[in-house]
C-alpha cells in the first residue's frame, strides 16, 4: 500500500505554505469584520449637534497602486518587486452617519490600505492558471505565504505561543518549599491577561492578576463573584471532601467577609487603596470582569462562568497536591499553538483602526459645527492604517517589544524559500539556556522535524513544521457544543449534584461547558460523528484519565487555530479500514485526501488527542490494540531533512548540520531569474537532479529546482591535500562546468525631490562643474548620457554604474563658498571593491513618488577554485584544498576518473554511513540509468543496491581498483568511489578573500577600519598578543601594537603629568598648569590610550603620566 | 580542434555570452592535425588567428514562430572537414523570436590547458601482471582517431625525450 500518495496529495493540493495562506485568508474574510464589528460606531460628541458614525461592512479591493498624479492600476507582485513598491490592497468600509437614531447618509470609504499576502485569496495570482502565471511572469512554483513591502518579499514567521484558556498546574520549589501553581493566559485577540493561583506552605490559596498589585484570597474572589457561602465555594471547586478539607485555611482567612457586597469593599480596598469608596467598588467590578478570566466574558453575566472556572482551576491545582494527577508538560505540544500571519495582521490591525477612529473623532468634534459624510471622509486619514501595517510588517516591529516577527525571504535557493516559509520561532528569550523548551518533545512526532533546527543560541527554538503536519483553522465552538449537548452533556447549570461528583468535567475552547458521565463514551461518539463529517475535521476531543480514581476524568474540546494537526489511519480489529483501492483511487486523482476523512479512514489528530491513540509505525507491527497507523514514515522530516537519502544510517546531528547547509547551497532558484531585482543572488549554470533521491524530491519540485550535482567521488588520501575535510577536484570537471555559478549583485538609485524644487540628476558628472565628491574620470568611463552603464558592459571595483548628482545637503553650504556658486554633489553609486562582474540587466522604472529609479544588475561568473565551500547532504563540508588536471587523478580499470576525492578521515568520528549508501547507490542508479530512491526507512537497502552493482560486474561493497594517474602504479588497497550528490555553498574564496598593508584609518581612533568592504586590516587580537608575550618576543609586540598601528606622540609635563600643548606664539610646549616651571617631555604612546586619557579629563578624572628617563 | 574564440554579434537567448562560449568549446571538432598548427607555433600572431591556426565556425539561428532547439548541426564551417563530430549536441533553446549569431573560432590546443582538447574520453593504463608489461586502453571522443591519437603522444614523447637529452647535453 503505497501511502506517500496521501503525504503526496496533502502537499499538492495544500501548497507548501497553506499555514500562512489560511490564516490570512481567515483574517480577510472574517478577522478583519470581527475587529470592525467590535468597535462598532463612534459617538462625535458635541454640544450642538451630536451625531454617531456607525460601521458596516468592510470591502477589500483588488492590489492596486495609486500613482503620483493620483492615477489607480492593479498591480501584480512582480511590479512591487520590481518598483520598490508595496502589495498592497485598499480597505473600504461602510459608513452611516446617524442622528438621534435616524439614518442621515451612508457611503463607503477608503480607510486605508493592507499589506496583500502573495498567493492568498486577494492576490490576482490565486486565480490564474499556470499558463497564465508564466505569462504574466511570475513562477507557478512559487509558494506564496509572504509580503512585498517596499520591494522586498517579508515573511511574518510562525510563532509558537502557549495554548491560550487552558489551565497549567505546576509545583515549583522554592527555597525548599513547594509552591503549587495553576495558571491561565485568558487571552482575546490583541489582549492577554495571566492568571495565576497559588498555595504556599501554609495552605492558604491566593489569586494573582495583573490588574491587581497584591494577590487576592480565592474565596473573597468567589463570593465576590456571587457565590456566597462557603459550601457552595467548596463544591464549585470539588465534592470530593478530600479536596474541600485542603480548602480549610482558605476559609478561615475569609472568615469576615460573607456577601458579594462585602467582597467588592475588600477587592477595592487591596487595588484601589486610599481612592473614594465609589472608585473603589468600580475598579474591583472591573477587575471582576476585565481583569479576571477575560476569555469568559467581559460583563457581569458571565461571573457564575468565571466562578465555575475558577473552581476547576482550583481542584486542579489541589489534585496536584494530593497527588492524583502529574503537573501539567509545558512542552507538551498539545499546549502550544502557532499563530501565523492572519493572527499577526489581526493584533495590529486592531490597534491602527482604533487610532484611525480615535483621529477622526478627535477632527471632528474639533471642527465642531459641520456635520455630514463630506466632514467624516476629510476626517479619516487612511495613512495611520496603511503606514502602521507597511511599516510594522517591513521592520518587523510589531510594538510592545515584538521585534523581529517578520524576515526577509530567503531565496538563496528553492529549499531555502520553502524551509523559511513554513519555519516557527518561540519567543522564549534565546539568552537563557531553557533546557527543557530546546528539547525534541515526544508529542513534535510528526508535527515538529527532529532535525531541522539552527545550531547554537537559537537551536530548538526555531524550529520547521514537518512535511506531515498540518495546521489547524478555527472553527465553531457553539456548533460543536450543540453536538456535545445533543450527546448527552449537562452543563455547569444543569448539572444534578451525582452528575457532577462522579461526571467528566467536559471543556470547550478554554470554557468550562460541564458534566458527563460516560466520559469515554462521550468521546467515542463524538468522534464518530466527526469521522461522519458532522463536525469539523480540526476539532480534536481528547479524554485525560487521572492516575488515581478519585479525581475526576476531564475531556478537552479544541476547536482553535493553529494546533499542529497530523494524520493518521484509522486502525479497527487490527486492520487499517484504507484500503488498496482508496489509494488506488487517490493515485488517479478520482479521491483527494480530504475524502479519506470524510470516508472515515483518516483523522486528523491534534498533540492532545494522540494521547488517547495507540499509534504503530507500520503494517508489520499492527495489533488488535492499535487505533491508528503512521501515514507515511519518513513524513515525519521537514522539508530540508526530506531531501537527505538515508539520514536513518547517518548520527542525528550530521541530518541536522545538512538541514542548515543545504539552505546555503547553490541552485536554480526561479526560473524568473531574468528578472529579479534581488540584492543578492546566486544561480548554478549546470544544476542536475539527485541520482539518489527521495520520496519528497518531486513534492517539493526538488527535480525541477536542484541545489546540487552528482559527482564521481573516491575517498582516498591525496598527497595532504585533502587533510581536515578539504577536498580535491578533477581540473577537467571544472572545465567542463562543475560547480559553475554565477553571482548577481543589483545596485538601485533612485531620484529623489527636495524642498525648493531641487532633484537629483542622472548624468555623467562633469570634472567641469565643480562637483563635490568628483571620483575622477575613468570611473565614469562605462556610464552613458542618461547616467546608466551599458548593458553588458565589463565592471570592477569603484566602477559608477549610475552616475547620479544630487543638489548640496544644506542650504548654509551656498554662503559658504559663494564665489563658486551652488555646486552639487556626487551621489553616483559604484560597484563595490573587491567585486567584478558583467552588466547584466538594466531596469529602469519610477517610483511610487514619481521618482525615477534605475536597477543595474552585475553577474559574476564563478568558476570554483581552491577555498570554495562544498558539501554532500549529509553534512559533510569542505573547502576545495587542490585542483589537480585529470591525468593526474586516479583512475578505474574502466577510465572513470573522480571529479571530488575525499579524505578517508571525514566517516570514522562522524559515522555518516548514509554517504556510503548513498554513494553505492549513486553508482547503481548511473548503471542502471534510473533514480533511486533513498527515502528515510523505506528507501532501497544496501543489500539490493549490491545486487545492482554485482550485476553490472562491480564489487557489491562499492569498491574498486585503482590506480594512481601520477605513475600508473595500482594502488595496494581497494578504492571507495560512487557517485554524490554534491552542493556549492555561497561561501565562495572570491568574496572574502583579502590582504592589507596600508590602508584607511579610523576618524576617531586613528585603528585601522575593520572589514574587507572598507579595506580593513586584520586584527591582531587578544589572544595573538598572548602568544607574542608568551615567546617575549616583546620588540614584535611592540612593533603590531604600537608602531604598526597608531602610534601618536604626546608632550606631557613631567611635573603634573598632564598633556601639554604647543604654544604658537611661544613656539614651544607649555603646562597649563605649571606654565614655567613645567618641563616637558615627548612620549610615543597608542592613539586610543591618548583618546582614553582625554575622554578621562571630560569626566573630570584627571589621569597624570608619571614620566621618567630611560635608562 | 575546439571552438576558443567566440565573437558573439548578437544573443538574445537565455544563455549568457560566456556561457555560449562555453558550451561551443565543449563540442569536439573532427580535426586534421595536418592541416593546422597550434596558434603558438604559428608567426601570424593573431588574436583571431589566420587558416593555417584556425578554423572559423558561423552560427546564425532564431526562432520565428515556435521554440527551437539550436544543435551542432547548424554551425557552418569554413572547413568542411573540421566540423562537429555529431550533429546531435544541443547547444541552446531559443524561444520565440531569440536570436543568435556568433563567430567561433577553433584552435588546436592541449588537453592540459583545457578539458575541450582531450581527444580521449578515457585513458586507462593497467598492469598486466607481468614484469614492465602494460596495458593502454583509449577512448577517442572522435576528433582524433585512435591510433592518431595515440602516434601523436608517441612523436610529442619523443620530441619532449629529444628536447631533455639536448638540454642536459646528452644528445
Ligand atoms: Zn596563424
Known sequence: ?1111 | MAIDEVVILENSSVLYDELMAHRLGLLPLKTDLERYILPEQCDCRSPLGCPKCRVLLVLDAQARDRVVTIYSGELVSEDKEVIPISDKIPIVKLATGQKVKLEAYAKLGRGKDHAKWQPVSASVLTETGKEDEFELYIESVGSLTAPTILSKAAEILHDKLNQFATAKGLA
Not at chain 1, 474591583?284 to 481583569?291: F, N, Q, R, Y
Not at chain 1, 482550583?314 to 499563530?339: A, C, M, R
Not at chain 1, 513618488?849 to 570554483?864: A, H, I, N, S, Y
Not at chain 1, 556549492?984 to 598593508?997: F, G, N, T, Y
Request: hydrophobic residues 35%.
Open chain 1, 1 to 1111: 500500500m503505497d501511502t506517500w500518495l496521501i503525504i503526496e496529495d496533502i502537499l499538492r493540493k495544500e501548497g507548501i505554505a497553506r499555514q500562512h495562506l489560511n490564516s490570512y485568508n481567515e483574517f480577510i474574510e472574517r478577522g478583519i469584520q470581527s475587529i470592525v464589528d467590535e468597535i462598532g460606531s463612534v459617538e462625535i460628541e458635541s454640544l450642538t449637534n451630536p451625531y454617531k458614525i456607525r460601521f458596516g461592512r468592510v470591502k477589500l479591493g483588488t492590489p492596486r497602486v495609486v500613482e503620483i498624479d493620483g492615477s489607480v492600476s492593479n498591480i501584480l507582485p512582480l511590479e512591487g518587486r520590481l518598483r520598490n513598491m508595496s502589495y498592497v490592497a485598499p480597505i473600504h468600509l461602510e459608513m452611516v452617519v446617524e442622528e438621534n437614531g435616524i439614518v442621515r447618509e451612508q457611503q463607503t470609504q477608503h480607510v486605508g490600505d493592507l499589506p496583500v499576502m502573495v498567493r492568498s485569496d486577494l492576490c490576482a495570482l490565486s486565480k490564474m492558471t499556470e499558463q497564465q502565471l508564466i505569462d504574466v511572469g511570475d513562477d507557478p512554483n512559487d509558494p506564496g505565504g509572504y509580503f512585498i513591502v517596499n520591494g522586498s518579499e517579508r515573511v511574518i514567521v510562525g510563532l509558537e505561543d502557549l495554548s491560550p484558556n487552558k489551565i497549567i498546574v505546576d509545583m515549583e520549589k522554592t527555597g525548599g518549599n513547594e509552591v503549587f501553581k495553576s495558571k491561565i493566559y485568558s487571552s482575546i485577540v490583541g489582549y492577554r491577561a495571566k492568571l495565576e493561583i497559588s498555595m504556599k506552605k501554609d495552605g492558604a490559596i491566593n489569586i494573582k492578576l495583573p490588574s491587581s498589585p497584591v494577590e487576592l484570597p480565592l474565596v473573597i474572589i468567589m463570593k465576590a463573584l456571587g457565590i456566597e457561602t462557603d459550601k457552595d465555594i467548596a463544591n464549585a471547586i470539588s465534592s470530593h471532601s478530600e479536596i474541600q478539607d485542603l480548602l480549610e485555611v482558605s476559609f478561615e482567612k475569609a472568615t469576615e467577609v460573607h456577601t458579594v457586597q462585602e467582597a467588592l469593599v475588600y477587592i477595592g480596598n487591596r487595588v484601589a487603596h486610599g481612592m473614594v469608596e465609589e472608585y473603589r467598588l468600580r475598579k474591583a467590578e472591573s477587575l471582576l470582569d476585565w481583569g479576571l478570566l477575560p476569555h469568559l466574558g467581559r460583563t457581569p453575566n458571565e461571573r457564575y462562568d468565571k466562578s465555575m472556572f475558577l473552581g476547576e482551576a482550583v481542584s486542579k491545582l489541589l489534585e496536584l497536591k494530593l497527588g492524583w494527577i502529574d503537573p501539567d508538560d509545558k512542552d507538551h505540544y498539545g499546549n502550544k499553538v502557532i499563530k501565523f500571519a492572519g493572527q499577526m495582521i489581526a493584533d495590529l490591525f486592531r490597534t491602527a483602526f482604533r487610532n484611525l477612529i480615535r483621529d477622526m473623532k478627535y477632527q471632528l468634534e474639533r471642527t465642531g459645527q459641520r456635520r455630514g459624510m463630506n466632514v467624516v471622509g476629510a476626517a479619516i486619514r487612511p495613512g495611520i492604517i496603511t503606514d502602521k501595517l507597511r511599516n510594522a510588517i517591513a521592520t518587523g516591529n510589531w510594538g510592545r517589544g515584538k521585534v523581529g516577527v517578520t524576515q526577509l525571504l530567503d531565496r538563496t535557493n528553492y529549499l531555502s524559500t520553502l524551509s523559511h516559509l513554513r519555519r516557527i520561532q518561540s519567543p522564549l528569550s534565546r539568552s537563557q539556556p531553557n533546557f527543557e523548551a530546546r528539547d525534541l518533545h515526544a508529542t513534535h512526532f510528526g508535527r515538529i522535524c527532529p532535525n531541522e533546527t539552527p545550531e547554537g543560541s537559537n537551536c530548538g527554538l526555531v524550529k520547521n513544521i514537518a512535511l506531515s503536519a498540518i495546521i489547524s483553522v478555527s472553527s465553531s465552538a457553539s456548533e460543536v457544543i450543540e453536538r456535545l449537548t445533543e450527546l448527552g452533556v449537562k452543563t455547569t447549570k444543569e448539572a444534578d449534584q451525582t452528575t457532577r461528583a462522579d461526571g467528566c468535567r467536559i471543556f470547550v475552547d478554554g470554557r468550562f461547558l460541564g458534566y458527563v458521565l460516560d466520559g469515554e463514551g462521550l468521546v467515542n461518539q463524538f468522534r464518530q460523528q466527526r469521522r461522519q463529517g458532522n463536525i469539523h475535521p480540526h476539532v480534536s476531543i481528547s479524554y485525560v484519565r487521572p492516575k488515581n480514581e478519585k479525581a475526576v476524568g476531564r475531556i478537552y474540546v479544541d476547536v482553535a487555530a493553529g494546533r499542529v494537526l497530523r494524520p493518521l489511519l484509522i486502525v479497527e480489529g487490527g486492520q487499517p479500514l484504507l484500503t488498496d483501492e482508496t489509494i488506488q483511487r487517490i493515485a488517479k486523482g478520482e479521491l483527494s485526501w480530504k475524502d479519506l476523512i470524510q470516508m472515515g479512514v483518516m483523522d486528523l489528530v491534534d498533540a492532545n488527542e494522540e494521547e488517547n491513540c495507540y499509534v504503530t509505525i507500520d503494517q508489520k507491527s499492527l495489533n488488535r490494540d492499535h487505533t491508528h497507523m503512521e501515514v507515511y514514515p519518513s513524513a515525519i522530516f521537514g522539508v530540508t531533512a526530506s531531501m537527505i537519502p538515508y539520514p536513518e544510517h547517518n548520527q542525528s546531528p550530521r541530518n541536522t548540520y545538512e538541514s542548515a547547509m543545504a539552505k546555503q547551497s547553490l541552485g536554480f532558484p526561479a526560473p524568473t531569474y531574468g528578472y529579479n531585482t534581488l540584492v543578492r543572488q546566486h544561480l548554478l549554470v549546470y544544476p542536475q537532479p539527485s541520482l539518489v533521491a527521495t520520496k519528497s524530491t518531486p513534492l517539493l519540485n526538488l527535480d525541477q529546482r536542484p541545489t546540487g550535482q552528482n559527482a564521481i567521488v573516491a575517498v582516498l588520501s591525496y598527497e595532504g591535500y585533502n587533510i581536515e575535510d578539504a577536498i580535491i577536484v578533477n581540473k577537467a570537471a571544472i572545465d567542463r562546468g562543475f560547480a559553475r555559478s554565477f553571482f548577481y549583485r543589483l545596485y538601485e538609485g533612485e531620484a529623489k525631490q527636495y524642498l525648493g524644487g531641487m532633484k537629483d540628476n542622472f548624468e555623467i558628472p562633469s570634472a567641469e562643474s565643480n562637483i563635490r565628491g568628483y571620483r575622477g574620470e575613468k570611473y565614469y568611463r562605462l556610464i552613458e548620457s542618461d547616467g546608466v552603464v551599458m548593458h553588458e558592459s565589463v565592471v570592477s571595483g569603484g566602477d559608477v554604474v549610475i552616475g547620479r548628482t544630487s543638489p548640496p545637503r544644506f542650504m548654509e553650504e551656498y554662503k559658504e563658498f559663494e564665489i563658486k556658486g551652488p555646486y552639487r554633489r556626487d551621489t553616483s553609486i559604484a560597484v563595490r571593491p573587491s567585486e567584478t562582474g558583467t552588466v547584466d540587466a538594466v531596469f529602469m522604472t519610477q517610483n511610487i513618488e514619481g521618482g525615477q529609479l534605475f536597477k543595474v544588475r552585475v553577474r559574476d561568473m564563478r568558476v570554483p577554485e581552491i577555498g570554495d565551500k562544498f558539501a554532500s547532504r549529509h553534512g559533510q563540508k569542505g573547502v576545495v584544498g587542490l585542483v589537480v588536471d585529470q591525468e593526474d587523478m586516479p583512475y578505474t580499470e574502466d577510465g572513470i576518473v573522480p571529479d571530488v576525492i575525499i579524505n578517508p578521515h571525514a566517516f570514522p568520528s562522524r559515522m555518516t554511513v548514509g554517504q556510503f549508501i548513498e554513494s553505492m547507490a549513486g553508482k547503481a542508479a548511473a548503471l542502471t540509468g534510473h533514480p533511486i530512491d533513498g527515502s528515510a526507512f523505506t528507501g532501497e537497502g544496501p543489500e539490493d543496491i549490491g545486487t545492482i552493482l554485482k550485476k553490472f560486474g562491480f564489487n557489491s561493497t562499492g569498491k574498486e581498483v585503482m590506480y594512481d594517474g601520477r605513475t600508473g602504479r595500482k594502488y595496494a588497497v581497494e578504492i571507495f568511489i560512487g557517485v554524490v550528490y554534491y552542493q556549492k555553498l555561497h561561501h565562495m574564496v572570491a568574496d572574502k578573500i583579502h590582504a592589507r598593508a596600508r590602508g584607511q584609518v579610523q576618524m576617531l581612533t586613528k585603528q585601522p577600519t575593520e572589514g574587507r568592504a572598507r579595506g580593513g586590516g586584520l586584527r591582531f587580537g587578544e589572544m595573538e598578543r598572548d602568544c607574542l608575550i608568551a615567546y617575549g618576543a616583546a620588540m614584535v609586540l611592540k612593533d603590531r601594537l604600537l608602531d604598526e598601528a597608531d602610534k601618536t606622540k604626546i608632550h606631557v609635563c613631567e611635573k603634573c603629568g598632564l598633556i601639554a600643548f604647543h604654544d604658537i606664539r611661544q613656539r614651544k610646549y607649555v603646562c597649563r598648569i605649571d606654565g614655567e616651571q613645567s618641563q616637558i617631555s615627548t612620549v610615543s604612546i597608542a592613539y586610543a590610550f591618548k583618546l582614553l586619557l582625554q575622554e578621562m579629563m571630560s569626566l573630570n578624572i584627571a589621569p597624570r603620566l608619571l614620566v621618567k628617563d630611560k635608562v
